[in-house]
């Protein structure tokens, strides 16, 4: 394998000669294409040459095919009559290749050459390019229905709004490619009918959002990667970025095999498809049953220990018990503490939009169970950040019934707006207190005196 290498070719139905001129340069280096996929192509390495290709299409062809048809023979046997040499196919794209200096193209006819691009783009690339935005477009719903149902979470993950950014990114690109392509057809028909050939479709500014597109993608993907190794274990990440790899494997595997047993090419699609389809939910259901298994969504680095704790005579649970450092504990609001099941935990999320960190000092359940707090540190970067956090924690949900926000004097926090929540006529430990530049959730067990909000004020540096 090592007179071959795999290179990543972006490739368009309507910029054939992007990869002509490219496919001529590599010849010139010594890379010759021997094969080709939907990004990766494969490349045999030998003495460099001049060589002429060319990219045509041709409406029968496809990759579930079990071979090259009757009619497809005709049509190589009918360009090699005329100079041209098959290299290979992909789909309905057959590419050829000549030594000759001046070989003449053998498609002479232009608007046949057209219309021939068009069933192939009606046959695959415009289905699949519509079902992929579709898809992406469901996908970016899903988020924003996620974006509704808690902004604060939201705005606060970087993983969320990059995986966000990143469909969008995808759904504007492939829009923009569709609508390039239309245009490009419209000035080719229009050319074709006065007489000239296919409009050239190889613009720099369309290299210039393809460059642009890529960079981000996998840019982006890079980061992911790397966010999620901080986040999670080694070994659960392995499992994430395997799954498309391993997806891919499996899918071109039944393409491969059923081509070698002679299915049709709706048999080969059909099943493959299936194939596909059932080990995406397999894997899943994999991937999922290994996380509740052995935890794998947690890092490994995470200060922890666990304690295997007895709920009855009979049941017992397995808790893990946080050891990380918080500015404001039970103790430092209620006096000294015997205890030594305490989880005292922290969680730090921040973004372009928001800064959000969750602190909890909690224990396993127990009817003697000392006292436990959680309190929220919000920091919106932006005013209309602020406002959406602001009528989200404000706002109510159904199932909290005869629950109601009463405000408080601003003096007691030092606060802009302050609100503690009432169940009934009762006060609870829960408070909500904005300042002009942050937010505080405080969620106590019991209303605080004086003295405790002194001593928050303190820790909390309000």
């Known amino acids: 394998m090592k007179d071959k290498s795999k290179r990543i070719m972006n490739f368009r139905f309507d910029r054939y000669e992007d990869a002509e001129k490219k496919l001529e340069k590599l010849a010139a280096k010594g890379m010759f294409l021997e094969e080709c996929g939907s990004f990766l192509w494969t490349f045999r390495k030998g003495t460099p040459k001049k060589l002429k290709y060319t990219v045509t299409y041709f409406s029968e062809g496809s990759v579930f095919n079990p071979g090259i048809t009757d009619n497809q023979q005709t049509y190589i046997e009918y360009a090699k009559a005329a100079g041209w040499d098959f290299v290979t196919q992909?789909?309905?794209?057959?590419?050829?290749?000549?030594?000759?200096?001046?070989?003449?193209?053998?498609?002479?006819?232009?608007?046949?050459?057209?219309?021939?691009?068009?069933?192939?783009?009606?046959?695959?690339?415009?289905?699949?390019m519509i079902v992929m935005i579709l898809v992406f477009?469901?996908?970016?719903?899903?988020?924003?229905?996620s974006f509704q149902l808690n902004p604060i979470d939201y705005l606060s993950d970087p993983i969320r709004l990059l995986s966000s950014s990143m469909i969008a990114t995808v759904i504007i690109y492939h829009v923009y490619s569709l609508m390039t392509y239309f245009l490009w057809l419209k000035r080719s028909e229009k050319s074709i009918a006065f007489g000239g050939e296919c409009v050239k479709n190889s613009k720099i500014v369309y290299k210039i959002v393809d460059i642009i597109f890529m960079v981000f993608l996998f840019g982006s993907l890079g980061y992911l990667m790397f966010h999620l190794a901080l986040k999670t274990s080694s070994f659960g990440l392995v499992l994430?970025?395997?799954?498309?790899?391993?997806?891919?494997?499996?899918?071109?595997?039944?393409?491969?095999?059923?081509?070698?047993?002679?299915?049709?090419?709706t048999v080969n699609k059909l099943i493959s498809y299936t194939v596909l389809i059932v080990a995406s939910f397999a894997y899943l259901a994999l991937l999922m049953a290994f996380i509740m298994r052995f935890e794998f969504g947690l890092s490994n680095e995470s200060n922890y220990r666990t304690v295997d704790w007895?709920?009855?005579?009979?049941?017992?649970?397995?808790?893990?018990?946080?050891?990380?450092?918080?500015?404001?504990?039970s103790e430092d609001l209620y006096g000294p503490i015997d205890y030594n099941y305490y989880s005292y935990e922290k969680e730090t999320d921040n973004t372009l939009f928001l800064s959000k960190s969750v602190y909890r000092q909690d224990?396993?359940?127990?009817k003697d169970a000392p006292p436990?707090?959680?309190?929220?540190?919000?920091?919106?970067?932006?005013?209309?950040?602020?406002?959406?956090?602001?009528?989200?924690?404000?706002?109510?949900?159904?199932?909290?019934?005869?629950?109601?926000?009463?405000?408080?004097?601003?003096?007691?926090?030092?606060?802009?707006?302050?609100?503690?929540r009432y169940y009934e006529d009762t006060p609870t430990g829960e408070y909500t207190l904005f300042f002009e530049d942050r937010i505080i959730v405080l969620n106590m067990e019991e209303p605080l005196t004086t003295k405790q909000i002194l001593i928050i004020k303190e820790k909390l540096q309000i």
């Open 310 to 329: 007895q709920l009855s005579e009979t049941e017992s649970h397995e808790y893990r018990l946080y050891s990380h450092e918080i500015p404001l504990t």
């Open 363 to 366: 224990s396993p359940p127990a």
């Open 90 to 128: 992909f789909n309905q794209m057959q590419i050829f290749c000549s030594e000759a200096d001046n070989q003449i193209p053998f498609e002479t006819d232009e608007k046949e050459k057209l219309n021939n691009i068009k069933k192939c783009m009606k046959k695959s690339f415009l289905p699949s």
């Open 372 to 420: 436990r707090i959680e309190y929220e540190m919000l920091e919106p970067r932006f005013d209309f950040v602020y406002r959406l956090v602001k009528a989200h924690l404000l706002e109510i949900p159904e199932w909290r019934d005869n629950t109601t926000f009463e405000s408080i004097d601003n003096k007691i926090f030092e606060t802009v707006e302050a609100y503690q």
């Open 137 to 145: 477009i469901l996908n970016l719903i899903v988020q924003f229905n």
């Open 240 to 265: 994430s970025i395997a799954q498309v790899p391993i997806l891919m494997i499996v899918f071109w595997s039944s393409i491969k095999y059923l081509k070698k047993k002679k299915a049709s090419a």
